[in-house]
């Protein structure tokens, strides 16, 4: 039977088509735009072209999504006619083809203010427990897309795993502060103790939610690397990171030095993946313990994949200030 990858074109949607080919099973891409992981070109809005590719279809795995780098170049309303429009039809699709699973690619973006401590309290501590404040359209959206999984699952019997996934794109970062003072693979490494996964491990957790949807049922799952912090060290991250980070990866200090890296002076979040590794059986691989090995053994931290897949960017045309557009 056919997996169905939606947004074949992307970062993601590419990394899964691949590993599923190589994994030898049937994957059937869709997006917009032609590329060498699409088979058909079309909008997840569009009822009849879904109706046709779902055709076949035991599982779903949706990742096609208007992203936050959108937010300064697309209206609001395309956000919904994309992320909760297209949830939905891709749902009601999906339902009547028969799939016994459907994986939604949402993202730690879901928490918003949420997860943002003020300057003068502890970093904050985020698991699936914590209560979502979106903050933009962005998360708006793809909180209600993942409210409409819950009740695909609830109602329909669909079982749906959604998959709440920090940081894995390869371009700069849209902080200006940040792209000025660290280099990229600086930035990332950095990302990889609190608010950042490998492509290659996001794609791992899909694999697996595919597996243990019909047993779960429903659930959401954050995925990012897992952190070498605990609750014990939130106040300290707020105000001095950097002690933290040496205290408990002391050679981080000349294996950072001899490449003019710097860590981060503060954290405000943490971003917490124990119950993806309890629920799913989901190892990541890709943390800050094989960054540093990486550094010692003078090899790129990301994996394969990542550096196949490469970066894409979010526009057809460049911006001179930066990746993409910010609001203010």
Request: proline share 5%; aromatic share 8%; glycine share 6%.
């Amino acid at each position: 039977m056919t997996v169905l990858v939606t947004g074949s074109c992307g970062h993601l949607g590419e990394a899964l088509v691949r590993c599923l080919r190589v994994q030898g099973r049937d994957v059937r891409g869709i997006d917009l735009n032609p590329s060498p992981f699409t088979d058909a070109v079309g909008a997840i809005t569009d009822r009849g072209f879904v109706g046709d590719a779902m055709h076949g279809v035991a599982t779903v795995l949706h990742a096609a999504t208007l992203h936050k780098p959108h937010l300064a170049t697309h209206p609001a309303h395309e956000f919904i006619d994309t992320n909760v429009t297209g949830t939905l039809v891709l749902l009601e699709s999906a339902v009547a083809a028969g799939v016994r699973a459907f994986v939604f690619t949402s993202t730690t973006s879901t928490f918003g203010l949420t997860s943002e401590s003020a300057a003068d309290a502890p970093a904050a501590w985020v698991t699936e427990e914590l209560r979502c404040h979106a903050r933009n359209i962005y998360g708006v959206s793809k909180l209600a897309a993942e409210n409409l999984c819950e009740l695909f699952a609830r109602t329909r019997g669909l079982p749906a795993i959604v998959l709440r996934t920090a940081r894995f794109f390869p371009e700069q970062d849209d902080d200006v502060g940040i792209r000025s003072h660290y280099e990229i693979a600086n930035a990332q490494a950095n990302e990889l103790l609190f608010r950042r996964a490998d492509i290659e491990d996001i794609v791992t957790a899909h694999l697996l939610a595919i597996d243990r949807a019909a047993v779960i049922g429903f659930d959401r799952y954050i995925l990012s690397a897992t952190t070498p912090f605990t609750r014990r060290d939130l106040v300290m991250l707020r105000h001095d990171a950097p002690a933290v980070v040496l205290r408990r990866f002391p050679e981080c200090a000349h294996l950072y030095a001899a490449r003019g890296w710097k860590l981060f002076p503060t954290i405000d979040r943490v971003y917490v993946n124990e119950l993806a590794m309890r629920s799913l059986g989901w190892r990541p691989r890709y943390d800050f313990h094989h960054v540093l090995e990486s550094l010692r053994a003078g090899r790129d931290f990301r994996s394969a994949l990542a550096l196949q897949v490469g970066s894409k960017g979010y526009h057809r045309r460049t911006f001179d200030d930066g990746p993409y557009p910010v609001l203010p």
